[in-house]
Protein backbone atom coordinates (compact mmCIF):
# COMPACT_ATOMS: atom_id res chain seq x y z
CA UNK A 1 0.00 0.00 0.00
CA UNK A 2 1.14 3.79 -0.87
CA UNK A 3 1.18 6.83 1.43
CA UNK A 4 2.93 9.60 3.23
CA UNK A 5 4.54 9.59 5.81
CA UNK A 6 2.44 13.15 8.26
CA UNK A 7 4.04 12.54 11.19
CA UNK A 8 7.00 10.58 13.22
CA UNK A 9 7.12 10.59 17.02
CA UNK A 10 9.00 8.32 19.28
CA UNK A 11 10.60 6.09 16.30
CA UNK A 12 6.99 5.44 14.99
CA UNK A 13 5.64 6.88 11.75
CA UNK A 14 1.99 7.91 11.41
CA UNK A 15 1.40 7.09 7.42
CA UNK A 16 -1.80 8.55 5.25
CA UNK A 17 -2.74 6.35 2.47
CA UNK A 18 -4.78 7.05 -0.52
CA UNK A 19 -8.33 6.47 0.96
CA UNK A 20 -7.33 8.67 3.68
CA UNK A 21 -6.64 5.88 6.45
CA UNK A 22 -3.80 6.81 9.31
CA UNK A 23 -1.31 3.92 9.96
CA UNK A 24 1.40 3.47 12.64
CA UNK A 25 4.18 2.24 11.14
CA UNK A 26 7.84 1.09 11.89
CA UNK A 27 10.61 1.35 10.05
CA UNK A 28 12.37 -1.76 8.58
CA UNK A 29 15.51 -2.40 9.70
CA UNK A 30 17.16 -2.34 6.08
CA UNK A 31 17.04 1.47 6.47
CA UNK A 32 19.26 1.50 9.50
CA UNK A 33 21.75 -0.67 8.05
CA UNK A 34 21.32 1.73 4.25
CA UNK A 35 21.73 4.40 6.92
CA UNK A 36 18.42 6.28 4.94
CA UNK A 37 15.96 7.89 7.63
CA UNK A 38 12.47 8.19 6.52
CA UNK A 39 11.21 12.00 6.50
CA UNK A 40 7.96 13.86 6.89
CA UNK A 41 6.61 14.11 3.35
CA UNK A 42 8.55 10.72 2.45
CA UNK A 43 6.15 8.17 -0.49
CA UNK A 44 6.30 5.11 0.95
CA UNK A 45 5.24 1.67 0.34
CA UNK A 46 4.31 0.11 3.57
CA UNK A 47 2.80 -3.76 4.66
CA UNK A 48 0.24 -4.13 7.03
CA UNK A 49 -0.02 -7.35 9.40
CA UNK A 50 -2.45 -7.71 12.05
CA UNK A 51 -3.16 -3.87 12.36
CA UNK A 52 1.07 -3.38 12.84
CA UNK A 53 2.56 -1.42 10.12
CA UNK A 54 6.15 -1.12 7.95
CA UNK A 55 7.69 0.94 5.46
CA UNK A 56 9.37 -1.18 3.52
CA UNK A 57 9.96 1.28 0.82
CA UNK A 58 10.75 5.08 0.26
CA UNK A 59 10.07 6.82 -3.15
CA UNK A 60 12.70 9.46 -4.38
CA UNK A 61 12.64 12.63 -3.11
CA UNK A 62 11.50 15.35 -5.07
CA UNK A 63 12.95 17.83 -3.04
CA UNK A 64 14.67 17.42 0.32
CA UNK A 65 14.62 20.03 3.25
CA UNK A 66 17.08 20.12 6.28
CA UNK A 67 15.01 22.83 8.28
CA UNK A 68 12.85 21.34 9.22
CA UNK A 69 13.44 17.82 7.94
CA UNK A 70 10.78 17.41 5.28
CA UNK A 71 10.72 15.69 2.02
CA UNK A 72 8.96 16.50 -1.42
CA UNK A 73 7.94 19.76 -0.16
CA UNK A 74 6.30 21.57 -3.63
CA UNK A 75 5.66 24.86 -2.39
CA UNK A 76 6.86 27.27 0.04
CA UNK A 77 4.24 30.03 1.32
CA UNK A 78 6.30 32.42 3.20
CA UNK A 79 4.19 34.58 5.44
CA UNK A 80 4.59 38.41 6.44
CA UNK A 81 2.05 40.03 8.60
CA UNK A 82 1.16 43.69 7.19
CA UNK A 83 1.06 44.65 10.93
CA UNK A 84 1.56 43.14 14.34
CA UNK A 85 4.26 42.08 13.79
CA UNK A 86 5.68 44.65 11.38
CA UNK A 87 7.44 42.83 8.04
CA UNK A 88 10.71 42.53 8.17
CA UNK A 89 11.66 42.15 4.75
CA UNK A 90 15.45 41.08 5.36
CA UNK A 91 14.14 37.58 6.81
CA UNK A 92 11.52 37.12 4.60
CA UNK A 93 14.22 37.50 1.70
CA UNK A 94 16.14 34.88 3.48
CA UNK A 95 13.61 32.62 3.68
CA UNK A 96 12.66 32.69 -0.57
CA UNK A 97 16.69 32.38 -0.58
CA UNK A 98 15.84 28.68 0.85
CA UNK A 99 13.06 27.91 -1.27
CA UNK A 100 15.11 28.74 -3.87
CA UNK A 101 18.47 27.51 -2.95
CA UNK A 102 16.79 24.21 -2.77
CA UNK A 103 14.70 24.63 -6.22
CA UNK A 104 11.19 24.80 -4.60
CA UNK A 105 8.62 27.06 -5.40
CA UNK A 106 8.08 30.10 -3.18
CA UNK A 107 5.36 32.60 -3.04
CA UNK A 108 4.36 35.39 -0.71
CA UNK A 109 1.45 35.91 1.76
CA UNK A 110 0.61 38.86 3.70
CA UNK A 111 -1.89 38.26 6.70
CA UNK A 112 -3.48 40.68 8.82
CA UNK A 113 -4.54 43.28 6.11
CA UNK A 114 -7.20 43.84 8.08
CA UNK A 115 -4.78 45.88 10.45
CA UNK A 116 -2.72 47.49 8.00
CA UNK A 117 -2.42 47.85 3.62
CA UNK A 118 -0.20 45.53 2.23
CA UNK A 119 -0.13 47.24 -0.83
CA UNK A 120 3.70 48.05 -0.68
CA UNK A 121 4.65 44.45 0.77
CA UNK A 122 3.20 43.13 -2.15
CA UNK A 123 4.55 45.31 -4.82
CA UNK A 124 8.15 44.93 -3.26
CA UNK A 125 7.26 40.64 -4.28
CA UNK A 126 5.52 40.97 -7.35
CA UNK A 127 8.29 42.93 -8.80
CA UNK A 128 10.39 40.21 -7.85
CA UNK A 129 8.81 37.74 -9.54
CA UNK A 130 6.80 36.03 -7.02
CA UNK A 131 3.42 35.46 -7.04
CA UNK A 132 1.60 37.15 -3.87
CA UNK A 133 -1.62 36.54 -2.22
CA UNK A 134 -3.04 39.29 0.51
CA UNK A 135 -5.14 37.47 3.29
CA UNK A 136 -6.85 38.18 6.49
CA UNK A 137 -7.05 34.86 8.92
CA UNK A 138 -9.15 37.19 11.53
CA UNK A 139 -12.19 37.88 8.78
CA UNK A 140 -11.69 34.68 6.62
CA UNK A 141 -10.24 36.84 3.34
CA UNK A 142 -8.20 35.95 0.74
CA UNK A 143 -8.24 31.73 1.65
CA UNK A 144 -9.90 30.85 -1.81
CA UNK A 145 -6.98 32.43 -3.69
CA UNK A 146 -4.32 31.20 -1.05
CA UNK A 147 -6.01 27.92 -1.63
CA UNK A 148 -5.69 27.53 -5.22
CA UNK A 149 -2.03 27.86 -5.27
CA UNK A 150 -1.59 25.09 -2.61
CA UNK A 151 -4.26 22.92 -4.15
CA UNK A 152 -2.96 19.27 -4.66
CA UNK A 153 0.58 20.18 -3.29
CA UNK A 154 2.79 19.61 0.19
CA UNK A 155 3.08 23.75 0.79
CA UNK A 156 5.09 24.48 3.83
CA UNK A 157 3.98 27.61 5.26
CA UNK A 158 7.38 30.19 6.57
CA UNK A 159 7.17 33.16 8.64
CA UNK A 160 8.62 34.39 12.02
CA UNK A 161 6.36 33.96 14.95
CA UNK A 162 3.33 35.37 15.35
CA UNK A 163 2.35 36.55 11.81
CA UNK A 164 -0.44 34.11 11.78
CA UNK A 165 0.77 30.80 9.83
CA UNK A 166 -1.24 28.51 12.60
CA UNK A 167 -4.41 30.83 12.09
CA UNK A 168 -4.15 30.56 8.52
CA UNK A 169 -3.68 26.47 8.26
CA UNK A 170 -6.74 26.82 10.62
CA UNK A 171 -9.03 27.84 8.26
CA UNK A 172 -7.81 25.67 5.18
CA UNK A 173 -7.36 22.27 6.93
CA UNK A 174 -10.21 22.59 9.19
CA UNK A 175 -7.83 21.37 12.14
CA UNK A 176 -7.68 23.44 15.27
CA UNK A 177 -3.59 24.29 15.43
CA UNK A 178 -2.54 25.90 18.37
CA UNK A 179 -2.23 29.61 17.86
CA UNK A 180 -1.22 32.51 20.07
CA UNK A 181 -0.95 36.10 20.68
CA UNK A 182 2.16 38.13 20.33
CA UNK A 183 2.23 39.29 23.69
CA UNK A 184 1.98 35.45 25.13
CA UNK A 185 4.43 33.68 22.99
CA UNK A 186 7.13 36.47 23.85
CA UNK A 187 6.41 36.64 27.83
CA UNK A 188 6.76 32.09 27.15
CA UNK A 189 10.21 33.20 25.28
CA UNK A 190 9.23 30.47 22.16
CA UNK A 191 6.83 29.70 19.20
CA UNK A 192 3.30 28.30 19.79
CA UNK A 193 4.14 25.93 17.24
CA UNK A 194 6.43 22.97 18.03
CA UNK A 195 6.49 20.00 16.20
CA UNK A 196 6.89 19.29 12.40
CA UNK A 197 3.06 17.58 11.14
CA UNK A 198 1.30 17.46 7.74
CA UNK A 199 -1.80 18.37 7.33
CA UNK A 200 -4.44 16.91 4.54
CA UNK A 201 -6.01 20.09 2.55
CA UNK A 202 -9.46 20.11 2.08
CA UNK A 203 -9.51 19.57 -1.64
CA UNK A 204 -6.15 17.86 -2.00
CA UNK A 205 -2.76 18.13 -0.72
CA UNK A 206 -0.92 19.18 2.43
CA UNK A 207 0.14 21.84 4.37
CA UNK A 208 2.94 21.55 7.27
CA UNK A 209 3.62 24.01 10.08
CA UNK A 210 6.54 24.88 11.75
CA UNK A 211 8.22 27.47 13.46
CA UNK A 212 11.65 26.24 12.35
CA UNK A 213 11.85 26.99 9.27
CA UNK A 214 12.28 30.86 9.49
CA UNK A 215 15.82 31.29 8.36
CA UNK A 216 18.58 30.30 6.12
CA UNK A 217 22.80 30.11 6.95
CA UNK A 218 24.79 31.88 4.54
CA UNK A 219 26.84 29.42 4.63
CA UNK A 220 25.00 26.96 2.84
CA UNK A 221 24.83 29.41 -0.57
CA UNK A 222 27.78 28.85 -2.73
CA UNK A 223 28.91 32.51 -4.09
CA UNK A 224 27.93 31.28 -7.89
CA UNK A 225 24.24 30.36 -6.92
CA UNK A 226 23.67 33.28 -4.64
CA UNK A 227 22.02 35.22 -8.10
CA UNK A 228 20.03 32.27 -8.90
CA UNK A 229 18.38 32.74 -6.04
CA UNK A 230 16.96 36.43 -6.55
CA UNK A 231 15.16 35.86 -9.88
CA UNK A 232 15.16 39.88 -10.48
CA UNK A 233 18.61 40.08 -10.19
CA UNK A 234 19.25 36.93 -12.06
CA UNK A 235 16.85 38.34 -15.02
CA UNK A 236 18.85 41.85 -14.88
CA UNK A 237 22.27 40.53 -15.14
CA UNK A 238 22.67 39.93 -18.75
CA UNK A 239 22.51 43.94 -18.92
CA UNK A 240 25.63 44.56 -16.99
CA UNK A 241 28.68 45.42 -19.12
CA UNK A 242 30.97 42.34 -17.93
CA UNK A 243 29.83 38.83 -17.18
CA UNK A 244 30.19 36.95 -13.64
CA UNK A 245 29.61 40.98 -12.54
CA UNK A 246 28.73 40.77 -8.90
CA UNK A 247 26.75 43.54 -8.99
CA UNK A 248 28.87 45.35 -6.01
CA UNK A 249 31.25 47.83 -7.17
CA UNK A 250 31.82 47.06 -10.87
CA UNK A 251 30.93 49.91 -13.41
CA UNK A 252 27.94 49.86 -15.86
CA UNK A 253 25.95 47.58 -13.84
CA UNK A 254 22.53 47.29 -14.86
CA UNK A 255 21.58 45.80 -11.18
CA UNK A 256 22.48 48.66 -9.60
CA UNK A 257 20.98 51.01 -12.17
CA UNK A 258 17.43 49.55 -11.60
CA UNK A 259 17.87 49.77 -7.88
CA UNK A 260 18.63 53.20 -8.69
CA UNK A 261 15.37 53.92 -10.93
CA UNK A 262 13.54 51.71 -7.99
CA UNK A 263 12.79 49.14 -10.13
CA UNK A 264 14.45 46.40 -8.04
CA UNK A 265 13.66 47.05 -4.37
CA UNK A 266 16.05 48.70 -2.40
CA UNK A 267 15.32 45.91 0.45
CA UNK A 268 15.85 43.30 -1.86
CA UNK A 269 19.20 44.54 -2.84
CA UNK A 270 20.31 45.00 0.81
CA UNK A 271 19.41 41.16 1.25
CA UNK A 272 21.35 40.49 -2.07
CA UNK A 273 24.57 42.36 -0.48
CA UNK A 274 24.30 41.15 3.14
CA UNK A 275 24.69 37.29 1.59
CA UNK A 276 26.77 38.46 -0.59
CA UNK A 277 29.28 39.91 1.89
CA UNK A 278 28.91 36.77 4.08
CA UNK A 279 30.02 34.49 1.66
CA UNK A 280 32.61 36.57 -0.06
CA UNK A 281 33.92 36.87 3.42
CA UNK A 282 33.58 33.02 3.96
CA UNK A 283 35.10 31.89 1.01
CA UNK A 284 38.42 34.37 1.54
CA UNK A 285 39.13 32.88 4.59
CA UNK A 286 39.29 29.19 3.40
N1 LIG B 1 -5.72 41.08 13.46
C1 LIG B 1 -5.39 39.87 13.06
N2 LIG B 1 -4.81 39.00 13.92
C2 LIG B 1 -4.47 37.78 13.47
C3 LIG B 1 -4.69 37.39 12.11
N3 LIG B 1 -4.23 36.13 11.96
C4 LIG B 1 -3.74 35.75 13.17
N4 LIG B 1 -3.90 36.74 14.09
C5 LIG B 1 -3.49 36.68 15.50
O1 LIG B 1 -2.08 36.72 15.57
C6 LIG B 1 -1.61 35.92 16.66
C7 LIG B 1 -0.57 34.92 16.19
O2 LIG B 1 -1.17 33.98 15.33
P1 LIG B 1 -0.60 32.48 15.15
O3 LIG B 1 -1.47 31.85 14.11
O4 LIG B 1 -0.45 31.78 16.45
O5 LIG B 1 0.86 32.80 14.56
P2 LIG B 1 2.00 31.76 14.06
O6 LIG B 1 2.59 32.34 12.85
O7 LIG B 1 1.43 30.40 13.94
O8 LIG B 1 3.06 31.83 15.25
P3 LIG B 1 4.13 30.69 15.74
O9 LIG B 1 3.40 29.40 15.87
O10 LIG B 1 4.62 31.23 17.04
O11 LIG B 1 5.22 30.64 14.70
C8 LIG B 1 -2.86 35.28 17.28
O12 LIG B 1 -3.26 36.05 18.39
C9 LIG B 1 -3.90 35.38 16.17
O13 LIG B 1 -5.22 35.46 16.67
C10 LIG B 1 -5.32 38.35 11.21
O14 LIG B 1 -5.55 38.11 10.03
N5 LIG B 1 -5.63 39.56 11.75
MG1 LIG C 1 1.95 28.60 14.88
ZN1 LIG D 1 25.90 43.87 -12.31
Known sequence: MRGIIYKGIGGFYYVRTGTGEAIECKARGKFRKERVTPMIGDEVEIEVKNGKGSICEIYPRRTKLIRPPVANIDIVVVVAAAKSPDPNTALIDKMLVNAEINDIEAVVCINKTDLADSSGLEKIYRNAGYKTVSVSAQNDLGMDELLDIIRGKIAAFAGVS??????????????????????????????TTRHVELFPVSGGGYVLDTP????????????????????????????????????????????KAMVERNEIAESRYSSYKELYTIQKGKKEWK
Not at 165 to 180: A, C
Request: with cysteine; net charge negative; charged share 25%.
Open 162 to 191: GVGKSSILTILTGTELETGTVSEKISRGRH
Open 212 to 255: GFSSVEAEDIPLERLEQCFPEIAAASPGCRFRGCAHIGEPDCAV
